[in-house]
């Protein structure tokens, strides 16, 4: 097999702010395993949270590439798990170009090789209402966001929260129930709040009509973040406490909800577990993302009907995504049929050859 690398700018339509940090763009770094005239296709994307700057992950995926040599055929590559110490987002970006390929040699969507792995065989093609972000940004802006994403078919609305004074967010929920009614509203204040904090607010947003809360109080701690939860009248996902399988199943049972992105995690099979290790235990899947590309969003898109929350709108926040495939602009994103990721590249950048 051969590999190559292309990294690209991804810049996003407007800088979001959370509570954290402000982003305007970030870079993807981008797999392309060939073998036998097929190719399949990965992305990562840089993080500060994560560590992960673009000289360490070209690095990284120049590593992976490299060591797919050693493989025959990318179903034997698929079926090693001797990864090592490769970062999560790594490990899902060569898994999707793997599946990817894999799918296009047997003729099969990567939602139905993934069904396969994991003894479910579901008769439709995934699909799922995604939440839509809207950041940090005064109340009458987020008001003008929301009635426009109503107006295109948005269903689900996801809030930033975590001001320096807690009231401006409280007035942001109100101006979005205003505008869009009708939709759903999620909230994440990306661990800004102290656990007093949150008993205060809570039952603010609760009157307000929230439907859950992501990661409130500041990651580290899981054992507050399971307190706050008993006493929450909201549901609470964990997000930045839910990493890794370990995290989850700490967590299974005590929390509402775990956000599950493959970057995080590792890839569409570390997904598949931590799915199967929460079933009936009373937490939820969430399946979220970083912004990214359709490339980078596609494989957790073949997975989004198994999630009672889709947050798979990374894609939709870009300026100019250089992918297609998975639609979302209606407020749905839908998995292909077709072989593979069933995505296909708009535009090109610069390569380097692994």
């Not at 673009?54 to 797919?68: G, M």
């Not at 995604?130 to 008001?143: F, H, N, Y």
């Given at each position: 097999?051969k590999a190559?690398l292309?990294?690209?700018r991804?810049?996003?339509?407007?800088?979001l702010?959370?509570?954290?940090?402000?982003?305007?763009a970030?870079?993807?770094?981008?797999?392309?395993?060939?073998?036998?005239?097929?190719?399949?296709?990965?992305?990562?994307?840089?993080?500060?949270?994560?560590?992960?700057n673009?000289?360490?992950?070209?690095?990284?995926?120049?590593?992976?590439?490299?060591?797919?040599g050693?493989?025959?055929?990318?179903?034997?590559?698929?079926?090693?798990?001797?990864a090592?110490?490769?970062?999560?987002?790594?490990?899902?970006?060569?898994?999707?170009?793997?599946l990817?390929?894999?799918?296009?040699?047997?003729?099969?969507?990567?939602h139905?090789?993934?069904?396969?792995?994991?003894?479910?065989?579901?008769?439709?093609?995934?699909?799922a209402?995604?939440?839509?972000?809207?950041?940090?940004?005064?109340?009458?802006?987020?008001?003008?966001?929301?009635h426009?994403?109503?107006d295109?078919?948005?269903?689900?609305?996801?809030?930033?929260?975590?001001?320096?004074?807690?009231?401006?967010?409280?007035d942001?929920?109100?101006?979005?129930?205003?505008?869009?009614?009708?939709?759903?509203?999620?909230?994440?204040?990306?661990?800004?709040?102290?656990?007093?904090q949150?008993?205060?607010?809570?039952?603010?947003?609760?009157?307000?009509?929230?439907?859950?809360?992501?990661?409130?109080?500041?990651?580290?701690?899981?054992?507050?973040?399971?307190?706050?939860?008993?006493?929450?009248?909201?549901?609470?996902?964990?997000?930045?406490?839910?990493?890794?399988?370990?995290?989850?199943?700490?967590?299974a049972?005590?929390?509402?909800?775990?956000?599950?992105?493959?970057a995080?995690?590792?890839?569409?099979?570390?997904?598949?577990?931590?799915t199967?290790?929460?079933?009936?235990?009373?937490?939820?899947?969430?399946?979220?993302?970083?912004?990214?590309?359709?490339?980078?969003?596609?494989?957790?898109?073949?997975?989004?009907?198994?999630?009672?929350?889709?947050?798979?709108?990374?894609?939709?926040?870009?300026?100019?995504?250089?992918?297609?495939?998975?639609?979302?602009?209606?407020?749905?994103?839908?998995?292909?049929?077709?072989?593979g990721l069933?995505?296909?590249?708009?535009?090109?950048?610069r390569?380097?050859?692994a």
């Open positions: 097999m190559t292309r990294t690209v991804l810049t996003l339509a407007e800088p702010r959370i509570s954290r940090s402000t982003m305007s970030r870079d993807a770094v981008w797999l392309t395993v060939e073998h036998e005239g097929l190719t399949g296709h990965g992305e990562a994307v840089t993080s500060v949270y994560y560590g992960l673009t000289t360490e992950l070209e690095r990284q995926l120049y590593e992976a590439a490299l060591d797919l050693r493989f025959g055929d990318p179903e034997s590559a698929l079926r090693d798990r001797t090592g110490d490769r970062p999560p987002a790594v490990t899902a970006a060569v898994e999707a170009a793997l990817d390929l894999c799918g296009k040699r047997s003729g099969l969507p990567v139905r090789l993934l069904d396969a792995k994991s003894a479910r065989t579901s008769p439709t093609t995934p699909s209402r995604t939440a839509r972000t809207i950041g940090i940004v005064p109340a009458e802006r987020a008001a003008t966001q929301a426009s994403l109503a295109s078919g948005f269903t689900v609305i996801k809030v930033k929260a975590g001001a320096p004074d807690p009231e401006d967010d409280l942001r929920i109100r101006a979005i129930a205003s505008a869009a009614p009708r939709a759903r509203l999620l909230l994440d204040p990306n661990g800004a709040w102290t656990s007093a949150a008993l205060q607010l809570l039952p603010r947003y609760a009157e307000l009509g929230v439907e859950a809360v992501e990661q409130p109080v500041a990651p580290g701690d899981p054992e507050a973040l399971a307190r706050l939860a008993e006493r929450s009248p909201l549901p609470l996902i964990a997000d930045e406490d839910a990493v890794t399988y370990e995290d989850v199943r700490r967590l049972g005590r929390v509402h909800g775990v956000n599950v992105k493959l995080k995690c590792g890839g569409p099979y570390a997904a598949l577990r931590i199967e290790l929460i079933e009936g235990s009373g937490t939820e899947l969430m399946l979220g993302c970083l912004t990214a590309s359709t490339l980078g969003l596609a494989p957790a898109v073949h997975l989004a009907d198994r999630a009672r929350w889709a947050d798979l709108d990374g894609h939709l926040l870009l300026a100019d995504d250089p992918w297609t495939g998975i639609g979302g602009a209606d407020g749905v994103v839908r998995a292909s049929d077709l072989p069933g995505v296909r590249e708009r535009r090109v950048g390569e380097d050859a």
